[in-house]
């Protein structure tokens, strides 16, 4: 929810409506898919007995979602101008390049979420409790790089909180890496 807080600082009100819209319609759907990513991980990872099963897990998983992924994506693409004209005309200016920044960042969440339950599963405490801090870094980076995209409007405010997301995925992957490695 932080992008919403940034958006009256750095650009209006009427752009954080148009916001609103949009989170609702288009990456409202990227939300489910990301706390499902997140769930369905964590029981099955715990349980597996070894890397090889880890690794399988993740596979199959993974192809799963970025299937959902791509297939919600195209229909989002296509359907949502649709969407948003037949249920508010003009009266929020949703163009396709912002359609296209809320895919990107919709689809970021969903790896993101990916990325955190295969770390809440693998990883140990110590490395749990390291990992908080760094979500805290990666919410800066989101913030610093949601105001710098701001220069380029909504749509740029979006890509910088979809960035934000991209990095506590690859936080989360680092910390992840030496439970998948084959010694491990």
Request: with cysteine; net charge positive.
């Amino acid at each position: 929810q932080a992008d919403r807080l940034l958006i009256p600082r750095v650009l209006s009100l009427e752009d954080l409506a148009t916001f609103g819209v949009l989170a609702a319609v288009v990456i409202a759907p990227f939300r489910t898919l990301q706390m499902g990513a997140n769930f369905s991980l964590l029981p099955r990872l715990r349980a597996a007995e070894d890397v090889e099963a880890r690794r399988r897990i993740l596979r199959r998983e993974a192809l799963g979602l970025g299937l959902a992924v791509t297939l919600g994506s195209l229909l989002l693409l296509a359907l949502a101008p649709w969407v948003f004209e037949w249920l508010f005309g003009d009266k929020f200016p949703i163009t396709p390049a912002l359609i296209l920044a809320a895919v990107v960042a919709g689809n970021a969440r969903v790896l993101s979420g990916f990325a955190k339950g295969t770390a809440s599963a693998l990883c140990s405490s110590d490395q749990l409790r390291m990992l908080n801090p760094l979500t805290w870094l990666a919410t800066g980076a989101a913030f610093a790089a949601g105001t710098f995209g701001a220069g380029w409007g909504l749509p740029g405010l979006v890509y910088g909180f979809a960035l934000g997301w991209v990095t506590l995925a690859a936080v989360c992957a680092f910390q992840v890496r030496p439970h998948l490695r084959r010694s491990a």
